[in-house]
């Protein structure tokens, strides 16, 4: 099983980002996915969860409004669409599915690589 996190970058303060995250070795049609986000010294935090059909999603208060997961089961891939970046949403982004779930209380199952968002001011 591979998940593979694709679409950061550098951008500035208010800028956009689109995240994407491309599901191999198994489909997770019927799982739930997410978005979590490291950054150096910290312990990786949760940023948002979908579940399997997309009719739910979860979020970190700290992007609620700003940030929009989705995903598409044909694909087999999830997005995280990124609005107004902040500084503080510099981090290592990881993609992340299976496993249990109640609202933002996320434990995966597997993890993709993370990818680097860099918000400069």
């Known amino acids: 099983v591979q998940l593979q996190a694709s679409g950061g970058g550098l951008v500035q303060v208010g800028g956009s980002l689109r995240l994407s995250c491309a599901a191999s070795?198994?489909?997770?049609?019927?799982?739930?996915m997410g978005w979590f986000r490291q950054t150096p010294g910290k312990e990786r935090e949760f940023v948002a969860a979908?579940?399997?059909?997309?009719?739910?999603?979860y979020y970190d208060d700290s992007v609620k409004g700003r940030f929009t997961i989705s995903r598409d089961n044909a694909k087999n891939t999830l997005y995280l669409q990124m609005n107004s970046l902040k500084p503080e949403d510099t981090a290592v982004y990881y993609c992340?599915?299976?496993?249990?779930?109640?609202?933002?209380?996320?434990?995966?199952?597997?993890w993709g690589q993370g990818t680097q968002v860099t918000v400069s001011s």
């Open positions: 070795g198994r489909t997770f049609s019927s799982a739930a």
């Open positions: 979908i579940i399997w059909s997309g009719a739910s999603t």
């Open positions: 992340a599915a299976g496993g249990t779930y109640y609202r933002t209380n996320y434990i995966p199952n597997y």
